[in-house]
Each structure stands twice: as C-alpha cells, then as structure tokens.
C-alpha cells in the first residue's frame, strides 16, 4: 500500500518542480518595462497627434476649426475661460432642456442649453443626473461651475461640464468625483 502511495506522490512531485522551475525562468527572461522620458513621452504624443490629424476625423475636425463655426466655439470658450480655470460661479440663463442631437436614441444624454454672458453653452448628463434639474423652465436663472469644457464639430456650441449648478441658493446639481477617483 506504502509503495503504491510513492508511485503516485512521486510523479506529481516532478511535475510540479518542473513547473515551477519553468515559471521562474520565464519570469526571469520576461523583458522590463522602462519609463519612458519625458522627452520621448512628448515625442510620441506628437507623433500619434500627427497620425490622427491625418486621419477622416483629424482632418474634419480641423476644417471645422477653421470654419467661423469653430471660431465661434472657440471665441465662446476664451470668454468663459478664467471662470472655469477658477472653478467660479457664471451666472446663466437655461434656453433649452429638449436639445437633442439628430439620430440620438431617446435614452441617451440629455443636454441643457444655457446662455452666459450672451453665448450659448451646452451641458451634457447622464439620464439619471438629468432627473435633477426637472425643475428647470426656459428662462430660469441659475448658477453654473465647471472644471472643464470640450469642443465637438458635432454640436454647435461649446460643451461646458456642468460639475454644480445652483438656483436661488439650492444646489439642484453636484458631481461626485468620488466614484471617478477624482478623474
């Protein structure tokens, strides 16, 4: 019974060494990882910038650019520029909440469509966040912060990210940054 209790130990023995001693001369030949320099970070960040630029969206997005629509949206965003680097409050007046893009389905982002300082902004939610600013009408005035805005050649005007919007002192929106770990 000992001996039969051996010839089954003894083969997954061997095998089980032979295994693990191939396991660690893979991980030993595996190749490492350096960081690349900034230098070369940079180098290939232009590099890839160059790629897309010559890409169907890098080249229609630059004619948009270009296009007194695009300096439209661009002229908007100097104006709001120092609020958003400030994380300020800009008083706006909503416009629009019905703003949906051509051939968009029913269930995806709803946009809110404010005016601050004269120019049309856009803001972008999710449905759920949506349910927040039910109590918004065209005309009311609110307060809006952000920590950033985007350009689309799809839209025609300048996505501000509405991270806090207030009206009469109630905060009717914040973003919780917590369940994106800050990004």
Same mark, same amino acid.
């Given at each position: ?22 396991? +660690?001369?893979?991980? #030993?030949?595996?190749?490492?990882? *350096? ?11 232009? %590099?890839?910038?160059?790629?897309? %630029?010559?890409?169907? $969206?890098?080249?229609?997005? @630059?004619?948009?650019? !270009?296009?007194? +629509?695009?300096? #439209? ?10 609020? !958003? ?16 893009? +051509? @051939? ?14 004269? +120019?049309?902004?856009?803001? *972008?939610?999710?449905?759920? $966040? ?12 609110? !307060? ?14 300048? !996505? ?7 009206? &009469? ?9 917590? #369940? @994106? &770990?800050?990004?």
């Amino acid at each position: 019974m000992k001996k039969s209790l051996y010839v089954l130990i003894l083969p997954l023995i061997v095998v089980s060494g032979l295994v693990f001693a191939n396991r +660690e001369i893979k991980s #030993k030949t595996k190749p490492s990882q *350096q960081k690349l320099s900034i230098a070369d970070r940079e180098a290939r960040l232009l %590099e890839d910038r160059k790629k897309w %630029e010559a890409s169907p $969206d890098g080249i229609k997005y @630059n004619k948009w650019e !270009i296009s007194p +629509e695009g300096k #439209k949206v661009h002229a908007s965003h100097d104006k709001i520029r120092k609020y !958003i680097k400030a994380f300020s409050n800009m008083d706006a007046v909503v416009t629009s909440l019905t703003f949906q893009r +051509e @051939n968009a389905k029913s269930s995806g982002p709803k946009w809110l469509i404010v005016k601050i300082n004269g +120019e049309a902004y856009m803001m *972008q939610f999710s449905p759920k $966040d949506f349910q927040q600013l039910n109590s918004l009408k065209v005309n009311d005035k609110i !307060i809006v912060r952000s920590h950033s805005a985007g350009y689309s050649p799809n839209h025609p005007y300048l !996505i501000v990210s509405g991270d806090y919007i207030e009206q &009469n002192s109630k905060v009717l929106f914040k973003r919780d940054f917590s #369940k @994106n &770990n800050g990004c």
